[in-house]
């Protein structure tokens, strides 16, 4: 029974890093319409923010977050302003390709400033545990999923009584009516890409506080990708729903894959594969998601 809550509680911690990430996503296509494929690239340069002032500056922790989301919502308002405003009326299928493209663009220089070795972030949460009930919890474990608790509800109050917020829950209903009332479109795209930023920056920290960061975290945001599937293209709940569902798949299968002998052929790493394999599922089901909208054309 120990060894089934911890597991449950290990994918708690884990769904709320995929959370963070996966949300970048949604609000990004909530606003633009467009996948962001280059969510794994701004996970990479934002963690490497963090790192550099928190490391080579040697800056207290909280200071090093605070420095590293200015420089990441900047960075996303570059890439939004210099790349994708020209892009303005192309075709979705165009401007995703030009995501794909800014992905591999931004791991480059990303991996050409962190370099080869793993960078020690450290453990700014405490290396040390709560037991409870038999169950081992980490610092950091507790630290991630009060952070998707706090930034969930600091993005729900923004979109519900912002005036920013509610001109990109407009732009996200119909970007031409929004444009009549008045509401700058291109002000809401650029916010999207700086608010995605900073949540990447903050899947980053978690990916890479404790065990070192590293270039290998590009590949695990890419876990991120099921999430937003299954959730839904455009709904909040669903990215949390997502994550909770895929990280709990991950981690059962990882804790009891051993002890059935008929799955030890599938391999250690078969965890791994378990996300895209839910996906898979749910597609088959919900080719929207679980609290994605359903769009219906005309041909």
């Known amino acids: 029974m120990n060894q089934f809550l911890q597991a449950i509680t290990n ?3 884990l769904a709320a ?10 609000i990004i296509y909530k606003s633009t319409q467009v996948f962001n494929f280059a969510q794994p690239a701004l996970l990479l340069l934002g963690g490497y923010w963090v790192l550099y002032f928190g490391t080579v500056w040697g800056w207290p922790f909280e ?3 605070l420095a590293g989301a200015v420089f990441a919502a900047v960075t996303g308002i570059i890439i939004e302003r210099t790349t994708l405003r020209p892009m303005v009326g192309k ?3 165009a401007v995703a390709i030009v995501t794909i493209g800014l992905n591999t663009v931004i791991t480059i220089i990303a991996l050409d400033l962190m370099g080869v070795e793993i960078r020690q972030m450290g453990d700014p949460w405490g290396l040390k545990t709560v037991l409870i009930g038999g169950v081992t919890i980490a ?15 600091l993005l729900l109050a923004f979109f519900k009584y912002s005036r920013m917020g509610l001109a990109m829950r407009a732009a996200a209903f119909d970007q031409e009516v ?30 890479g506080s404790g065990i070192g960061f590293e270039r290998s975290a590009a590949v695990s945001a890419l876990k991120a990708l099921p999430v937003v599937i299954v ?54 089901f919900r080719p929207y998601g679980l609290f994605g909208t359903k769009e219906v054309e005309r041909v």
């Not at 610092?139 to 509800?153: D, F, G, M, W, Y």
């Not at 798949?249 to 378990?274: D, K, N």
């Open 231 to 284: 959730g839904g293209l455009d709904s909040i709940t669903g990215a949390l729903v997502g994550a909770v569902i895929v990280a709990q798949a991950e981690m059962l299968t990882a804790t009891y894959q051993s002890q059935f002998a008929w799955l030890s052929w599938l391999g250690q790493g078969f965890s791994s594969v378990v996300p895209y394999l839910v996906m898979f599922i749910v597609l088959l």
């Open 178 to 207: 929004a444009l009549t009332q008045g509401v700058s479109v291109r002000s809401v795209f650029a916010i999207s890409w700086a608010i995605a930023a900073v949540l990447a920056l903050f899947g980053g920290i978690f990916l």
């Open 139 to 153: 610092h950091r474990q507790i630290a991630a999923i009060v952070t998707v608790i706090v930034l969930v509800s």
């Open 63 to 65: 200071f090093a977050i």
């Open 11 to 13: 994918g708690f911690s």
């Open 17 to 26: 890093i995929y959370a963070l990430i996966a949300l970048g996503f949604v």
């Open 91 to 93: 075709p979705v299928f």
